[in-house]
């Protein structure tokens, strides 16, 4: 198949590339550079995912390490690759927090929002939306934080995620349908 | 000499009292003189403008229009989402957590890796092999 990604992504996943080959010869701190150039996106998928900054942090932190101690098995996109790994780290998460019937503070809100006044006007449909998430099975809660926090097109989904544009198309309208469900008589 | 006719329309519901004729283009059916409505937005195109496929529904009502306010609602938070940014102390965390060296050479499964053998493991294979030859070939010749 050919493969027809975008100019400056090439760019991108060269200059990925150089820094994975210095880390590799024993330059440790060039990781840095990768952590602040992919850390925001996958901070707001953890986020997302788990309605808990502290958990998000944490997940974090392990996919770091993980992708660090595995470096080497790097084969084309780094962001697609490390993606992959805290989306796994999310799934995990959730799964435990499942079978055990831990429930995390729910007073645990995300922090680094712009302005703090607007932060306290939303607080209620924040964390409306963050319990409505909660309820929504894991495939359709991934499929809308990637469509509606993290931004991202149904393509760039579908090879994150290795699945189909029209399946994604499904689940995201899904997600909408049940959140709507959810909140509508109170925000509509 | 055709004049636009304000009256038109007051006249025509008096010759319609009157009982008297009209005239043909009073005789045009009711659909030719009313003005189209928008199409009806289903929550489909909803669905299409928040995909980034279609632009806002226009002229919606009831249920559909209710739906659009909800999307707004919902767009205005997940917007504040998408603005979200890492903690700035994280990634001082990662890299203090970070083991001392990254694995410089990938974890291959075990059918990949290189096998050292011995020469005396080499010589007890091949008495096995021998062996179980010898056994298979006497069943096989009864």
Redesign the interface.
Known sequence: MKSTVPADQVDQVDADQEIIAR????D??A??IL??RY??PL??HA??MTGS?DVA?DI??MS??KA??????VRGRFDAWVFRIVANGCKDWLKNIRRTHLSYDEDDQ?????NPE?ELD?TE??SD?DRALQTLPVSLREAFVM?????RS?EEMAELLSTTVGAL?MR??RA??A??AL??EK?? | MNLDDMYEPNRRDEAAREGGKQSGENNAPLADREVPLPPVAT?DHV?RW??GEAPEPTGLRGEQA??L???H??????D????????PY??D???A???????????APWWKKDMNLSPAAVVALAVGAFSLGLIAMRLVTG
């Open positions: 880390v590799l010869s024993g440790r701190d990781f840095s952590i602040h850390s925001d901070f707001r986020l997302g900054p942090e974090l932190q770091f390490i660090y101690s595995h470096l080497a098995e995300p922090t680094g929002y712009a607007e939303l449909l924040r939306l469509k509606h926090v993290e931004g149904y198309k995201v309208h909408r349908e959140l709507q909140l509508e925000y509509a | 929550l669905h928040l995909d209710r739906s306010e909800f999307w609602r919902m767009e205005e938070e997940t504040r989402r998408r603005r979200v940014v890492t903690p994280l990634a965390r990662i890299m957590a970070l083991p001392q060296t990254a694995s410089a050479t990938a974890i």
